[in-house]
């Protein structure tokens, strides 16, 4: 059976093998190239392969000049849909929690009235949720909720239910409009998301619409090194 998969594969397996035993717990140095190659009896491009492969799908970490460790994979979410944080925490098996820091009516400004389609200082609802895994934070998200189509959202104990959830529950998706960037986050989202001043942040600034009626804008700010979006298409 082994002879009938690739050599890379092997070497794979037999990291991973010992990643999910413990046997290499996170942060560990995993042996090197040269001696993976040597103990498979492979050439050291064999081996690089499978190392590169695991780093690309987030188990291992390379840090030059150091060696290449085991790292937490990074939390995924899917790109093309909008699925609840909290369920996609929990089905990687971890914790949920979050912490409220603003849930509260405004004055739409410049920005806001644009991305809403509405009147300057018109009425609007505002939220500021840290979305947290096993306690450490994985998401800062900022929300502006159009009252007329989610008039309960200021009663709604997030704590409980996230955002996403209850807009889902009460307004239908009908459309989405996503946009991902790269972007250094201002202090406070730092803050909140426990990131020294240079580290990259993914930027999702998400618009959605129910029976074509547009009901929310949030920015959700993750930190880059922790996570990552996934896209699939279907052609033809």
């Known amino acids: 059976m082994t002879q009938s998969i690739p050599l890379y594969q092997q070497i794979k397996q037999h990291i991973l093998v010992r990643i999910e035993s413990g046997e290499y717990p996170l942060h560990q140095q995993i042996p090197p190239e040269q001696e993976l190659?040597?103990?498979f009896k492979v050439s050291r491009m064999t081996a690089h392969k499978a190392i590169r492969d695991l780093v690309q799908e987030g188990y291992l970490m390379r840090r030059a000049g150091l060696g290449t460790f085991v790292t937490e994979p990074k939390a995924e979410s899917p790109l093309a849909d909008i699925n609840n944080i909290a369920d996609e925490v929990r089905l990687r098996g971890h914790e949920y929690s979050n912490s409220v820091l603003v849930l509260e009516a405004m004055r739409a400004n410049e920005e806001v009235a644009l991305?809403?389609?509405?009147?300057?200082?018109?009425?609007?609802?505002?939220?500021?949720?840290?979305?947290?895994?096993?306690?450490?934070?994985?998401?800062?998200e900022e929300r502006f909720v159009h009252p007329a189509l989610a008039p309960g959202y200021l009663q709604c104990d997030f704590?409980?239910?996230?955002?996403?959830?209850?807009?889902?529950?009460?307004?239908?998706?009908?459309?989405?409009?996503?946009?991902?960037?790269?972007?250094?986050?201002?202090?406070?989202?730092?803050?909140?998301?426990?990131?020294?001043?240079?580290?990259?942040?993914?930027?999702?600034?998400?618009?959605?619409?129910?029976?074509?009626?547009?009901?929310?804008?949030?920015?959700?700010?993750?930190?880059?090194?922790?996570?990552?979006?996934?896209?699939?298409?279907?052609?033809?």
């Not at 500021?128 to 800062?140: A, C, R, T, Y």
């Not at 804008?217 to 990552?228: C, E």
């Open 37 to 39: 190659a040597g103990q």
């Open 159 to 236: 704590s409980q239910q996230t955002p996403n959830a209850y807009l889902v529950e009460h307004c239908p998706l009908s459309d989405l409009e996503h946009i991902v960037e790269a972007r250094l986050a201002p202090k406070n989202i730092g803050d909140w998301l426990q990131l020294s001043p240079e580290a990259p942040c993914l930027l999702v600034t998400r618009r959605t619409w129910s029976l074509h009626q547009l009901v929310s804008f949030a920015r959700l700010w993750h930190p880059g090194d922790k996570y990552k979006l996934r896209s699939t298409l279907k052609l033809g």
């Open 115 to 140: 991305h809403m389609g509405m009147r300057l200082n018109a009425r609007v609802f505002h939220s500021v949720i840290v979305h947290q895994e096993n306690k450490l934070p994985i998401q800062v």
